[in-house]
């Protein structure tokens, strides 16, 4: 499966993007997608997940009710909706795919196939 992100760029605080995470090459029936993002000088961190096959969904505490996760299946493809985006929002946004349990799933470690990546700055 590869997987690509795109959609980043430069907006405002207080405005909105919609980043996606286009799959080809195979189906992602049965992965959970995540998105996760790297900051300069930072370590990547958890975003968002939500399981490809079914409605379990959930964000980080860091955009929760900010950024909302969502797939179109029709579109192989998963968005994250950022809303009220805050300088510190400012990134390199990463999807990824993987077959472990949903429990596990915040982990990037377990994630076998990722998107290039999606840089998303946010002037203030």
């Known amino acids: 499966v590869q997987l690509q992100a795109f959609g980043g760029g430069l907006v405002q605080a207080g405005y909105s993007l919609r980043i996606s995470c286009a799959a080809s090459?195979?189906?992602?029936?049965?992965?959970?997608v995540g998105w996760f993002r790297q900051a300069p000088g930072k370590e990547r961190e958890f975003v968002a997940r939500?399981?490809?096959?079914?409605?379990?969904?959930s964000v980080a505490d860091s955009v929760k009710g900010r950024f909302t996760i969502s797939k179109d299946t029709a579109k192989s493809t998963v968005y994250l909706q950022m809303n009220s985006l805050k300088p510190e929002d400012t990134a390199v946004y990463y999807c990824?795919?993987?077959?472990?349990?949903?429990?596990?799933?915040?982990?990037?470690?377990?994630?076998?196939?990722w998107g290039q990546g999606t840089e998303v700055t946010v002037s203030s």
């Open positions: 990824a795919a993987t077959r472990v349990v949903w429990s596990s799933s915040r982990d990037e470690a377990y994630y076998n196939y």
């Open positions: 090459g195979g189906t992602l029936s049965g992965y959970t």
């Open positions: 939500i399981k490809y096959t079914g409605g379990s969904a």
